[in-house]
């Protein structure tokens, strides 16, 4: 009998961002190609582990990066700070940049990482706003408000076709369990607009080791729009209406430096009184011209039984399932004076408890889409019938790993390197699939 555990993630307004179905069934399946060729390529590659923290509290940095200096091996760390670095075994100088916002980086020779227990701690960086020319809101609140309403001046004002990098993995505590990936096209409407973006599935793989599941198949629905909905700016009804806002309190953390842009952090938590588990986090926001330019948080769960409802419709009898840690991030890029969006991650880790199993299931899910190209739209927008449906469960659609033309014999990526790594893979992928074809690529 086949059984489902159904989740979706919710944001104020009671949209479904993301579901994931956890599918039960009888038989076991062989590993694929993406599992073989991580087993073959352990032998070339040496992996480090550890976790990055805030040198005073000791908490963890979630999203931080690490990036091997003048190569695009990079990795970010997990909900829990936590990070796996895979370089090339032939490798063994070279220096880590470690980074997050609002921190001062680091660059640490890679000889004085470990195998399994690294730690790096960043330091606050902090600007002094009475030593800067800038008027300084009075108050935090209203500072996210005018943001949120300047979009029309600061964002993208004509509708763009952009080409995005879209992949999400499942892992059963650090293994790895289901990787799909896909090129996508998105219509993107000016942000001023109320019409939603439209995306068009260009090409799309995938790999799943069903034997490492319990028995159970985990699909994840909402492919691309997961992440494209993580878009602050043109979707704020998500997290921030006019009525939500009243639900949060916002307060000045400190400011920093980013690529010589003042940048205020703003932090946000939803209020004791209110019972609905809503967000908190943190808004980085240009102080000289009210942008936000990143933006990252997380579901505030204060209680694991109501923070299930918000994910679980359907599960088996004898499984008891609640969300551990659901987080976002979202980062936005500058063009001739414009902004708009360039990078979003979503991480959602969960736990299954068993009737009479002594121990519990831990997994945990991501998806990440970054912006690889992008031009104006000259008036083009899909047909509803090629369009990908915000239910689509990309691991389903995907073809496992066909058109080697177009991917190539391996991966184009691994799981532990970064996304943006794989941007000139694709640009270069494309222009060929253009070539062959003679016709117009995303």
């Known amino acids: 009998m086949e059984s489902n555990i159904h989740f979706h993630l919710k944001k104020s307004t009671s949209v479904v961002l993301l579901t994931l179905f956890l599918v039960g069934f009888g038989g076991m399946q062989n590993m694929f190609a993406f599992f073989q060729d991580t087993a073959e390529e352990a032998v070339s590659y040496k992996q480090y582990k550890g976790e990055v923290l805030d040198e005073e509290t000791n908490k963890p940095l979630v999203f931080a990066t690490l990036t091997i200096e003048g190569s695009n091996i990079s990795t970010i760390t997990n909900t829990e700070g936590q990070f796996a670095l895979k370089v090339p075994k032939e490798m063994t100088g070279g220096n880590v940049l470690v980074a997050f916002l609002g921190y001062k980086s680091r660059l640490i020779p890679l000889n004085q990482f470990s195998d399994s227990n690294t730690k790096i ?104 729009f997961n992440t494209l909905f993580v878009d602050i700016m043109k979707y704020p009804e998500y997290i921030f209406t006019d009525e939500s806002m009243e639900n949060y309190t916002f307060s000045f953390n400190r400011s920093t430096r980013v690529n010589d842009q003042l940048i205020y952090i703003i932090d946000f938590e939803q209020r004791p009184s209110v019972a609905e588990q809503l967000y908190r986090g943190k808004l980085y926001i240009d102080a000289e011209n009210k942008i936000l330019t990143s933006a990252i948080f997380s579901l505030n769960i204060t209680n694991k039984d109501e923070a299930a409802k918000l994910f679980v419709r359907r599960k088996p009898s004898n499984a008891r399932v609640w969300p551990n840690e659901v987080a976002y991030r ?54 509803a019938k090629d369009r990908m449906k915000s239910s689509i469960i990309l691991n389903d659609e995907a073809l496992g790993f066909a058109d080697p033309d177009f991917w190539g014999e391996y991966n184009i990526i691994e799981p532990e390197k970064s996304i943006e790594s794989a941007i000139k893979k694709i640009r270069r992928q494309l222009r060929r699939a253009k070539n062959t074809s003679g016709t117009s690529a995303p």
Do not use: H
Not at 357 to 375: G, H, P, Q, R
């Open 330 to 383: 979202v980062d936005y890029r500058e063009k001739n004076g414009r902004w708009y969006y360039g990078y979003s991650n979503v991480l959602l880790e969960f736990k299954i408890n068993w009737d009479k199993k002594l121990f519990n299931s831990v997994y945990s899910m991501t998806c990440e889409m970054a912006i690889t190209d992008w031009e104006k739209n000259r008036g083009t927008f899909p047909k």
């Open 121 to 224: 701690k960043l330091q606050v960086s902090v600007t002094e706003l009475a030593e800067v020319n800038v008027s300084i809101p009075k108050n935090a609140t209203t500072l996210v408000r005018e943001t949120l309403k300047r979009k029309g001046q600061n964002y993208f004002d004509d509708p763009t076709l952009m080409t995005a990098f879209y992949r999400e993995t499942i892992k059963k505590r650090r293994k790895n369990v289901s990787l799909s990936e896909a090129v996508v096209n998105i219509y993107k409407t000016p942000y001023t607009s109320e019409r939603r973006d439209a995306v068009k599935l260009y090409k799309a793989r995938k790999s799943t080791d069903y034997s490492r599941l319990d028995t159970l198949a985990l699909k994840l629905q909402g492919g691309p």
